[in-house]
């Protein structure tokens, strides 16, 4: 019997808002078992005071860390040094990152060089570098409007823009799938390929399921094939 992947989440305090805590706690819990729980800051700070209660209601364990120098936040480097060491007892399968500060991307792209995957967790507004660093990054408010969904029924208003780049990401997929004669290509197939795009993800969209997405847009039609499989054809 194959275990669960041993998933390790670091979470940058002074960038990160404990409000989207249990998102990131769910969308990871799909990933893997989250042995490895630690926020790191300086929990002086009031600013910092919403972690406590969750800290010890998820079992998060609290890592001080001083401010060495004013304005200068040591945080990071602790967050890097502490990944770094757990990279190299090679106990974790993959790491999550909740963090909006693009001074992370170097340690999200060393960890993917050792094949590791990385989840990046953050607001809209994480800067696309740390994003692509990523092996996916999910929006944290795209996540709680889902969450708050009853069987994918977000109303429209609610739902992240469908933005030109991901008819492009899911028309690069589709294109690069085998297709039929009449230009349908296998669903799965075409969600496989769109993550390969690190920042793609239907949850960002405010959907659980790509099925629902892709059946959102004008741009695709999608229909059922032979045993059911969900066959997708871009129209424009």
């Known amino acids: 019997m194959n ?5 390790a989440l670091l979470i940058d305090g002074d960038n990160a808002s404990p409000d989207h805590l249990d998102e990131v706690l769910l969308v990871l819990g799909e990933l893997g078992t989250i042995n490895v729980r630690r926020a790191y800051g300086n929990w002086q700070k009031p600013s910092l005071k919403g972690w406590g209660l969750h800290s010890t209601r998820h079992s998060i364990i609290p890592v001080q860390q001083f401010d060495v120098v004013k304005g200068k936040s040591a945080t990071d480097m602790r967050m890097v040094i502490d990944a770094m060491d757990l990279l190299y007892r090679g106990h974790v399968d993959g790491f999550g990152i909740m963090s909006s500060d ?6 999200a792209q060393r960890i993917r060089e050792d094949g590791l995957p990385v989840y990046g967790f953050g607001t809209a507004k994480t800067p696309i570098s740390f994003q692509n660093s990523c092996t996916r990054f999910f929006d944290v408010a795209a996540l709680a409007e889902s969450g708050n969904d009853d069987s994918a029924r977000v109303q429209d208003a609610e739902r992240r823009p469908i933005d030109t780049e991901l008819v492009e990401v899911l028309g690069s997929a589709w294109k690069a799938s085998k297709r039929d004669d009449d230009g349908y290509a296998s669903l799965a197939e075409v969600g496989q390929r769109a993550k390969a795009v690190s920042s793609f993800s239907v949850r ?10 892709v059946r959102s847009m004008p741009q695709f039609d999608v229909k059922a094939g032979e045993g059911g499989a969900l066959l997708v054809r871009r129209l424009r």
């Not at 275990?3 to 998933?7: A, F, G, Q, S």
């Open 102 to 107: 693009s001074d992370f991307l170097p340690l």
């Open 204 to 213: 960002n969209y405010g959907f659980s399921r790509l099925t629902d997405l």
């Open 3 to 7: 275990e669960e992947p041993n998933i």
